[in-house]
């Protein structure tokens, strides 16, 4: 274990969505911020997967009907968990 000194750890890394975005004007040269985030790559057409339409609007009615949860889906959902649970996933 690493044991830090009271002034080597900085504080949280606070900041406004503009400047998470990179939109916000420059901070004080006092003030550190850490490296921008990353924006992930969008994948190209090529490598997109279509939309499956009617698969969305199968669901989104049987969300709106209250019938899209199950009783055999909230026990698969349960024994999956237990399992990685007991697996220590």
Excluded: F
Aim: glycine share 8%; with cysteine; proline share 9%.
């Amino acid at each position: 274990m690493h044991d830090h000194g009271p002034d080597k750890l900085q504080g949280p890394v606070r900041g406004t969505s503009a400047w998470w975005q990179g939109l916000a004007p420059p901070a004080d040269e006092g003030t550190p911020i850490p490296d921008q985030p990353r924006k992930k790559s969008k994948k190209s057409n090529k490598e997109a997967k279509p939309i499956r339409t009617e698969l969305v609007e199968r669901v989104r009615k049987e969300i709106a009907a209250g019938t899209y949860d199950t009783q055999e889906k909230w026990e698969a959902a349960l024994d999956c968990l237990l399992d990685r649970l007991d697996r220590g996933d």
